[in-house]
């Protein structure tokens, strides 16, 4: 079973259309989108649509914290992330607030955790940045593969026999074994909004038959992306941090 | 499930138990068969797995995951891995040639000796950087040969793959690594820098000479970390037969610092691959150890020292060889006007690059070559110094540089297969116009640019 892994898009439409032409060349059986499907970005009606219609035709959808924040108002976020929430809410309709509003936290299938942030307690939105945060995670489940985004910036991490973890940062094109007897912790780089200095998006195929993980990053029109963010009247730095990957 | 007891005649995920051929304290190599299979093959079993040593355990587990993305005659084929909730094992090729460790007992060697054995070993781990893959734990032991003489890397269990992650980086304290061969960055914890392979293959070329390692068995952390500042006794001092150029080599290898050792694996297998060429510096010649003061200075450098930050994984690609096939010709002094000043253009970028400036003096197919006597002597002689007038305006420091007059019936063939021997990353060349018999007969830079196994940069003069 390989499975796409798709991760805060955060209405970028040009991205998250970029990456799903890429993905459907993949060959894979199934889609994992692991939340925060808005925020941010110019698109959010295109983009929940987008992903309604994935989860119509069999995709794992999970919410991600700007997912819960389109119903919440006391949302913890920076000035940026609330005007283009405030923006986001009015652009919103009602089926697609339903849709964000009912999306699970996490999905299990077998020895496989999909959450948006971390496993420790999952709507807290933790960040996975550090070994420890890593570990933090391990000992919250006993998933043997956890899969999240949330922080923009793709790692993995694998639990060590004296049960410290160890650090990596995938690069795209190089696929890395993940050996069956082991725990590994990915952390999928954001579609939408990347934060590791590559302006391409980033998603990742899981082959569970194989145990490989196969980071990917999908270069798109951010330009166009960065234009429809300043037309909506968001904050500027929203749409100049695409061209950096910042 | 219980891990099976190990012993002659266990069939193990297929593979049947045929003899212990090395029954170590960390894991047992058994020659085992498969039926339906002609290689000859080995199995090699970890012993210790439950928690005394996690080295031990995520070594094998390394291993695991690299050697099967290794490929090469300078790899044992790998052929399958056991599973660790079973019982973990891997299967690969049988080297049969015996090691570098059995050979050692011989030492010292003479010195054409060592550079033959030294440049098969620097070939394998050549291969071994081209493929993302650091050896780190270099040793004669760890050196296999195949019958052909072809030096096989064994052992990945220190080894660190540069696009996968590290499991033996973060964990462990102590550092890793066999003693007497480990360079100082890897007395440092430091896993990512090739030019730790280089020090080490600088140790085994000196053990190899001399007889004797350079900087013996220390034990405990204490003694390691005077590898930060201990210079051994230049070979020269132990061997007076040692040539110039072999000294030059072996001190070059083990310097402290790894920015004064040879930036990559190749441009190490080309001095040992031309003797001749070698740049000898005062190293070269000396018979003692540093004084006492250069020590202590050294020393107290050393004192304060951490972890290096980790090189840049291009590193290999900013010192790269460079072959330029110099046609000599008079007829077309404005095609080897362009290659120099491409030549020059190209090396302004590349400032750890070496530049290896070939001429092929073509040898008549048919008969008994006159050039083979005295005048073809003459003539060789005379091909290197407008060789070397060729290059002088480009101005590059002697260390940088090197001449080579290749004879051949085949200029095309010659030059391709040069570049091949020396791990040449880049050929720059010229091809003259256009002409009809050239494309009846086709060009050297043609066959060149087709057969070359690197980037091939061809130039014209401007019409």
Same mark, same amino acid.
């Given at each position: 079973?390989?499975?796409a892994?798709?991760?805060d898009?955060?209405?970028n439409r040009?991205?998250?259309?970029?990456?799903l032409?890429?993905?459907?060349?993949?060959?894979?059986?199934?889609i994992?989108?692991?939340?925060?499907?808005v925020?941010?970005?110019?698109?959010p009606?295109?983009c929940?649509?987008?992903?309604?219609?994935?989860?119509?035709?069999g995709?794992?959808?999970?919410?991600?914290?700007?997912?819960?924040?389109?119903a919440?108002?006391?949302?913890d976020?920076?000035a940026?992330?609330?005007?283009?929430?405030?923006?986001?809410?009015?652009v919103?309709?009602?089926?697609h607030r339903?849709?964000?509003a009912?999306?699970?936290?996490?999905?299990r299938?077998?020895?496989?955790?999909?959450v948006?942030a971390?496993?420790?307690?999952?709507?807290q939105?933790?960040?996975?940045?550090t070994?420890?945060d890593?570990?933090l995670s391990?000992?919250?489940?006993?998933a043997?593969?956890i899969?999240?985004?949330?922080?923009?910036?793709p790692?993995?991490?694998?639990l060590?026999?004296?049960r410290?973890?160890v650090?990596?940062?995938p690069?795209?094109?190089?696929?890395?074994?993940?050996?069956a007897h082991?725990?590994w912790h990915?952390?999928?780089?954001?579609?939408?909004?990347?934060?590791d200095g590559?302006?391409a998006?980033a998603?990742?195929v899981l082959?569970l038959?194989q145990?490989?993980?196969?980071?990917h990053?999908v270069?798109y029109?951010h330009?166009?992306?960065?234009?429809?963010?300043r037309?909506?009247g968001?904050p500027?730095r929203?749409?100049?941090r695409?061209a950096?990957?910042r | 499930?219980r891990p099976?007891?190990i012993?002659?005649?266990?069939?193990?995920?297929?593979?049947t138990? +045929? @003899?212990p051929l090395?029954?170590g304290g960390?894991?047992?190599?058994w020659?085992?068969t498969? =039926?339906?299979?002609?290689?000859?093959?080995?199995?090699?079993?970890?012993l210790?797995?439950?928690?005394?040593d996690?080295t031990?355990?995520?070594?094998?587990?390394m291993? $695991?995951?690299?050697l099967p993305?290794?490929?090469?005659?300078?790899?044992?084929?790998?052929?399958? @891995?056991g599973?660790?909730?079973? $019982?973990?094992h891997?299967v690969?090729e049988?080297i049969?040639?015996g090691?570098?460790? =059995?050979?050692?007992?011989?030492?010292?060697?003479a010195a054409a000796? %060592?550079a033959r054995i030294?440049?098969?070993v620097?070939?394998?781990?050549?291969d071994?950087h081209? $493929?993302?893959?650091?050896h780190?734990?270099?040793k004669?032991? !760890? %050196?296999?040969f195949r =019958?052909d003489g072809?030096?096989?890397?064994?052992d990945f269990?220190?080894?660190?793959h540069r696009?996968?992650p590290?499991?033996?980086?973060? =964990?462990?304290?102590?550092?890793i690594?066999?003693?007497p061969?480990?360079?100082?960055?890897q007395?440092l914890?430091?896993?990512?820098?090739?030019?730790?392979? +280089?020090?080490?293959?600088g *140790?085994?070329l000196?053990?190899?000479?001399? &007889?004797r390692?350079?900087?013996g068995d220390?034990r405990?952390s204490?003694?390691?970390r005077?590898?930060?500042?201990w210079?051994?006794w230049?070979?020269r001092a132990?061997?007076?037969d040692c040539p110039?150029?072999?000294?030059?080599?072996i001190?070059? *290898?083990l310097a402290v610092?790894?920015?004064?050792?040879?930036p990559t694996?190749?441009?190490?297998?080309?001095?040992?691959?031309?003797?001749?060429? +070698?740049?000898l510096? @005062?190293?070269?010649?000396?018979?003692r150890?540093d &004084?006492?003061i250069e020590r202590l200075?050294?020393w107290?450098?050393a004192?304060g020292a951490e972890?290096p930050?980790p090189?840049?994984?291009d590193?290999?690609?900013? @010192?790269?060889?460079?072959l330029?096939?110099v046609?000599l010709a008079?007829?077309?002094?404005a095609?080897?006007d362009?290659?120099r000043a491409?030549?020059?253009?190209?090396?302004?970028l590349?400032p750890?690059?070496?530049l290896?400036c070939? !001429?092929?003096?073509?040898l008549k197919?048919l008969?008994?070559d006159?050039?083979t006597?005295?005048?073809g002597?003459?003539l060789?002689?005379?091909?290197?110094?407008?060789?070397r007038?060729?290059?002088?305006?480009?101005?590059l420091?002697?260390?940088?540089?090197?001449?080579? %007059?290749?004879?051949s019936?085949d200029?095309?063939?010659?030059?391709v297969t040069?570049?091949?021997? !020396?791990h040449?990353?880049q050929?720059?060349m &010229?091809?003259r116009?256009?002409?009809?018999t050239r494309r009846?007969?086709g060009s +050297?830079?043609?066959?060149v640019?087709?057969e070359a196994?690197?980037t %091939?940069?061809?130039?014209?003069?401007a019409?």
């Amino acid at each position: 079973m390989r499975i796409a892994l798709l991760t805060d898009i955060h209405a970028n439409r040009e991205a998250l259309e970029a990456t799903l032409a890429h993905v459907a060349r993949q060959q894979v059986g199934r889609i994992a989108v692991l939340g925060d499907i808005v925020g941010y970005g110019a698109d959010p009606v295109a983009c929940t649509e987008i992903v309604m219609d994935l989860a119509a035709s069999g995709a794992l959808v999970l919410q991600g914290n700007h997912d819960e924040a389109v119903a919440r108002d006391d949302a913890d976020m920076n000035a940026d992330a609330l005007a283009a929430m405030a923006w986001t809410r009015g652009v919103l309709g009602e089926a697609h607030r339903r849709f964000l509003a009912g999306l699970p936290l996490t999905a299990r299938e077998g020895d496989l955790l999909l959450v948006h942030a971390g496993a420790r307690n999952p709507g807290q939105w933790p960040y996975v940045m550090t070994p420890r945060d890593a570990e933090l995670s391990f000992g919250a489940t006993d998933a043997r593969l956890i899969v999240c985004g949330h922080t923009h910036v793709p790692a993995l991490f694998s639990l060590q026999p004296n049960r410290t973890c160890v650090a990596f940062t995938p690069v795209a094109g190089s696929p890395v074994p993940l050996a069956a007897h082991r725990r590994w912790h990915v952390v999928v780089g954001s579609v939408g909004q990347p934060r590791d200095g590559i302006a391409a998006a980033a998603y990742a195929v899981l082959d569970l038959g194989q145990g490989v993980l196969e980071p990917h990053r999908v270069p798109y029109d951010h330009p166009a992306a960065a234009a429809k963010i300043r037309a909506a009247g968001l904050p500027d730095r929203l749409a100049s941090r695409l061209a950096h990957g910042r | 499930m219980r891990p099976p007891r190990i012993e002659k005649g266990l069939v193990l995920d297929g593979f049947t138990l +045929v @003899a212990p051929l090395k029954l170590g304290g960390m894991a047992q190599i058994w020659e085992v068969t498969r =039926e339906g299979d002609d290689l000859p093959m080995v199995m090699k079993i970890p012993l210790i797995l439950d928690g005394d040593d996690p080295t031990m355990i995520v070594g094998f587990e390394m291993e $695991q995951m690299i050697l099967p993305r290794l490929s090469g005659p300078h790899v044992p084929r790998f052929v399958a @891995a056991g599973d660790f909730a079973h $019982q973990p094992h891997i299967v690969m090729e049988r080297i049969t040639g015996g090691s570098l460790y =059995e050979r050692m007992t011989g030492a010292p060697f003479a010195a054409a000796k %060592v550079a033959r054995i030294g440049l098969a070993v620097a070939h394998a781990l050549c291969d071994l950087h081209r $493929q993302d893959v650091l050896h780190l734990d270099v040793k004669p032991a !760890n %050196v296999l040969f195949r =019958e052909d003489g072809t030096a096989v890397m064994v052992d990945f269990g220190l080894a660190r793959h540069r696009r996968l992650p590290d499991l033996l980086a973060e =964990e462990f304290r102590l550092p890793i690594g066999t003693a007497p061969y480990m360079a100082p960055e890897q007395v440092l914890r430091a896993r990512d820098d090739p030019r730790s392979d +280089v020090f080490a293959l600088g *140790c085994v070329l000196y053990e190899m000479t001399t &007889g004797r390692q350079p900087f013996g068995d220390p034990r405990g952390s204490r003694r390691l970390r005077k590898r930060l500042w201990w210079d051994p006794w230049p070979p020269r001092a132990l061997r007076p037969d040692c040539p110039d150029w072999l000294q030059e080599i072996i001190l070059r *290898c083990l310097a402290v610092d790894p920015a004064g050792r040879y930036p990559t694996m190749a441009q190490l297998a080309f001095d040992l691959a031309h003797p001749g060429q +070698v740049r000898l510096t @005062a190293a070269a010649s000396r018979m003692r150890r540093d &004084g006492r003061i250069e020590r202590l200075r050294r020393w107290f450098r050393a004192a304060g020292a951490e972890r290096p930050p980790p090189p840049a994984l291009d590193g290999d690609t900013a @010192a790269p060889i460079v072959l330029v096939a110099v046609d000599l010709a008079a007829d077309y002094c404005a095609v080897a006007d362009a290659v120099r000043a491409m030549t020059g253009r190209m090396l302004t970028l590349l400032p750890g690059a070496r530049l290896a400036c070939v !001429n092929v003096l073509r040898l008549k197919r048919l008969g008994i070559d006159d050039t083979t006597d005295g005048e073809g002597r003459a003539l060789h002689v005379a091909r290197l110094i407008q060789l070397r007038a060729w290059a002088a305006p480009l101005g590059l420091p002697a260390e940088a540089i090197s001449f080579h %007059v290749l004879e051949s019936t085949d200029p095309a063939e010659a030059i391709v297969t040069h570049a091949r021997e !020396n791990h040449v990353d880049q050929v720059i060349m &010229g091809a003259r116009g256009q002409s009809g018999t050239r494309r009846y007969l086709g060009s +050297v830079s043609a066959q060149v640019t087709a057969e070359a196994p690197c980037t %091939v940069t061809v130039v014209r003069a401007a019409a």
